[in-house]
């Protein structure tokens, strides 16, 4: 039992390492000044909150750490310098909840945050700035407008698609320009061999938040791309995995 599951879980780390890699790596941009968009007080909910994992293994972390939550609660409570920390809460459907405290250096990512997902980065980032002041960060794609939580925001999106021997990984994420926080993600990641199959999903959406004021109307703008990912992701019938962003690996959980 020792012996398969040690050649599991190198598996998987032969299967997940090269693609997170890839995801990893950019060159760095003349970037903006990395300082925090957020204040003390700042909060954020995400609804909507799906994950999914079909596999002979259990969930590695980064997946388990969303099945069966219904809501997370991200709460800004303290920023010195360049380092937020931060409470973030998981709601579970039966009312429970499950609460950690962290914190990110917005300049370099160093922190103790556990999940693959950066939920704050530095503000006033622009495509294509990297997301942290490193040569190993991901590269902002593209700067774009569109709607969270009722209002129109500028937002930065970062949308990748890594084909795997078997299977392809495609990982979308979206912050807000002005404050850095995150405003939704969408994950999947599938691979399918002779004697392996693992396949995994995770996606939410900023539902509520007191970051903005009241909505702006607009006519003209498209609503958040997260559902339309969402449901090809569906459609398909694929699955997600997290692209770590230098320290946050997941052959660590392993």
Not at 36 to 45: M, R
Not at 86 to 110: C, L, M
């Amino acid at each position: 039992m020792t012996g398969t599951l040690s050649s599991s879980r190198s598996l998987i780390v032969l299967i997940f390492v090269p693609a997170l890699l890839l995801y990893g790596l950019a060159p760095v941009s003349a970037a903006s000044t990395y300082k925090p968009g957020v204040k003390p007080g700042d909060s954020a909910t995400y609804g909507l909150v799906n994950a999914s994992w079909k596999s002979d293994l259990a969930p590695f972390s980064p997946v388990e750490e969303f099945l069966g939550v219904s809501s997370i609660t991200v709460a800004v409570l303290n920023v010195v310098g360049s380092n937020v920390t931060a409470r973030q809460t998981y709601n579970y459907p039966n009312g429970t909840t499950r609460s950690v405290v962290w914190i990110e250096d917005v300049q370099s990512g160093a922190g103790n945050m556990s999940s693959a997902i950066a939920w704050i980065i530095s503000g006033s980032l622009v495509a294509p700035d990297p997301i942290y002041d490193s040569s190993s960060a991901s590269t902002i794609g593209q700067t774009v407008q569109r709607v969270y939580a009722g209002s129109v925001r500028t937002v930065n999106t970062i949308n990748s698609t890594q084909p795997e021997p078997g299977g392809f990984c495609k990982f979308l994420r979206i912050w807000d320009q002005n404050t850095g926080v995150l405003l939704g993600f969408a994950l999947n990641y599938t691979v399918s061999k002779a004697n392996y199959h693992v396949s995994a999903s995770a996606s939410t959406q900023m539902t509520i938040t007191n970051l903005w004021g009241p909505p702006e109307r607009t006519t003209s703008l498209l609503p958040s791309p997260i559902f339309g990912l969402v449901a090809f992701f569906t459609v398909i019938g694929s699955a997600s995995a997290y692209a770590l962003h230098g320290r946050r690996r997941l052959i660590e959980s392993l």
